[in-house]
């Protein structure tokens, strides 16, 4: 016996059909009419593990050496960065600063990018970029070319964290968000009690924040101290810390699915619960229209403001010295 059923197929309004095709062609979102299909909660719970297991920590993985390439910095200047590119006064703190300068700048664009280009190519490609340009820093030699390379780093680590939003639309239910998306600001909350619970959640991804100060911590450590290798211990750092970046990116590429229904670790019964499941919350990464009414709503939501001064809060602090 089959795992789930079918339960109604389209609406069987022609008239209906027709006019949502109209609203498309004049910039309105179209809705599809798709099949729903009652799951079998053991079906369901077998394809979540699968998706949890081989997707969950490579994005926690890419979102970690984010955070330690950003700190990498702090510990470069601790084995002579500082001296060895001539730093002077306020140097160091405006090559810290540039870094969200570029992410800043970027993030608008990349918002717009992840919505007119393949999600998964643009994202790989933004990781081994920012792999290229950490491994880049190595070879700087004053601080221009910090600064430069910085900014540039900072432009490329942009557009992680809202395609992740979008991904983990993509594979998740809503309910399962929280638990999962680490410092993806996912926004939609039913009522201050599941509020509540998505401050708690987002642990989740604040420990791997942690982890990457003390694993990649001491991995930068090690390398900062260095001191009989052809070149300073602190350039070695940034070379390993990028290369294992690109190595990353490579898995991305290579591991991560289109979408569940193309998932290589699942069958194609457990495809389609996979797709189902968050299909009937009407979850897609194909919409491409801005709708400012949906925009309006958000911004008068006083839950959207408790996490953009939750988030605000967190970045205020710095572990860069």
Not at 214 to 239: E, H, K, M
Not at 253 to 279: C, D, H, K, M, Y
Not at 302 to 319: D, E, N, P, Y
Request: overall charge neutral; proline content about 3%; aromatic content about 14%.
């Amino acid at each position: 016996m089959n795992d789930f059923k079918a339960l109604s197929v389209g609406n069987g309004d022609a008239e209906k059909d027709m006019e949502i095709e109209k609203q498309g062609a004049h910039g309105f979102v179209e809705e599809p009419v798709v099949t729903v299909i009652e799951i079998d909660p053991a079906m369901e719970r077998r394809v979540k593990r699968k998706i949890d297991m081989i997707i969950l920590p490579i994005f926690g993985f890419i979102f970690m050496f984010q955070y330690l390439d950003k700190i990498a910095l702090s510990y470069a200047v601790i084995f002579g960065m500082k001296t060895d590119l001539n730093l002077q006064g306020q140097d160091y703190s405006w090559c810290n600063s540039i870094f969200y300068f570029g992410q800043f700048f970027f993030e608008y664009f990349a918002v717009y990018l992840l919505h007119r280009f393949p999600i998964k190519k643009f994202v790989g490609v933004t990781i081994l970029a920012w792999g290229i340009v950490m491994m880049c820093l190595a070879a700087t030699k004053n601080f221009t070319g910090l600064m430069i390379g910085r900014f540039f780093l900072g432009a490329c680590e942009g557009a992680v964290s809202p395609a992740f939003v979008i991904m983990t639309s993509i594979f998740w239910r809503k309910a399962e968000h929280p638990l999962r998306y680490v410092e993806k600001n996912y926004l939609p909350a039913k009522d201050l009690r599941s509020t509540f619970a998505l401050f708690v959640s987002l642990a989740c991804f604040v420990s791997m924040n942690a982890f990457a100060q003390i694993a990649g911590g001491l991995l930068l450590y090690g390398c900062g101290s260095i001191t009989n290798a052809a070149i300073d211990g602190w350039r070695i750092s940034f070379l390993l810390a990028g290369g294992i970046t690109i190595l990353l990116g490579g898995v991305f590429v290579l591991i991560i699915p289109v979408s569940p229904g193309t998932a290589w670790f699942l069958n194609a019964e457990e495809r389609v619960v996979a797709e189902q499941r968050v299909a009937q919350e009407h979850a897609s990464a194909q919409h491409a229209t801005f709708q400012w009414d949906q925009a309006i709503a958000t911004l008068k939501d006083v839950k959207f403001w408790l996490i953009f001064l939750w988030a605000l809060m967190i970045t205020i602090t710095s572990v860069v010295v």
